[in-house]
């Protein structure tokens, strides 16, 4: 954890280590980089703000030498800065204040998609439009160009690629590719979306408003419909 503010990292330290996690604590930036580099460990917990090195550049460094997941911390509700953690290898955010429960959540949840990663191979090579996805080799093409995404980006693009001309809501994404099966996150999937689409296009992703996203052409608009609760109960 990479964490300046001692009550909260003692805090968050304090409640792994009591689900039976190891944890290491650095107070700024450039000891952050140094002991993730040293301990290298399965998760990075990084605050956004930090002396030294700002967060940002923390998660720059540290994916410089392998890729670890890495969960912001942050006290703004600013986009901005939220988009470029996770264009720079972030796997998800917390925006401050928020509870231990939640913190525990989210880290079983990245740590539970690492393990999944390392999942047999299959095989597996999905194809919508012009975007071609190997499930097993974790690489994406669109057309002729490799296109890089974090693992969280990969996991939400196969959840959808999955199920071309469906859609999927928020609440279903949040339990199939981060496994929260408390309502919590909804934004997470958002800026996850938009990450999507800047790397792959504006019109590869879509929105059903009221509804949640797809990939691919509609499937029926009685789907859509129905994945909003607003379908008949007659078929009718």
């Known amino acids: 954890m990479v964490e300046d503010e001692a009550l909260i990292a003692d805090a968050v330290a304090a409640r792994l280590r009591s689900e039976g996690y190891d944890v290491e604590v650095a107070r700024d930036g450039p000891s952050g980089v140094d002991l993730a580099r040293s301990a290298q460990p399965d998760l990075v917990i990084l605050d956004l703000m930090l002396p030294g090195l700002d967060g940002l550049e923390v998660c720059r460094q540290i994916q410089k030498d392998r890729h670890v997941p890495v969960m912001m911390l942050t006290a703004r509700d600013d986009e901005t800065d939220l988009v470029v953690g ?7 955010y917390l925006t401050k ?3 231990m429960r939640e913190v525990v959540a989210r880290v079983q949840a990245i740590l539970r998609r690492v393990d999944a990663g390392s999942a047999p191979h299959t095989g597996q090579v999905i194809r919508v439009d012009d975007i071609e996805v190997d499930v097993d080799a974790r690489r994406v093409r669109r057309g002729d160009e490799p296109v890089h995404l974090t693992p969280t980006e990969f996991d939400l693009l196969v ?36 990450a999507l689409r800047r790397k792959l296009g504006d019109g ?3 929105t059903v408003h009221g509804v949640g996203y797809g990939l691919g052409d ?10 909003a609760g607003r379908g008949s109960t007659n078929g009718s």
């Open 159 to 194: 959840c959808l690629a999955e199920r071309p001309g469906r859609v999927l809501t928020r609440d279903r994404l949040l339990v199939e590719v981060w496994g929260y099966r408390d309502g919590s996150g909804a934004r997470t999937v958002d800026s996850h979306v938009r």
């Open 97 to 99: 204040p928020f509870s």
């Open 204 to 206: 590869v992703v879509r």
């Open 86 to 92: 996770l264009a720079v290898g972030a796997d998800d």
């Open 218 to 227: 509609p499937a029926d608009e009685a789907d859509e419909l129905r994945a």
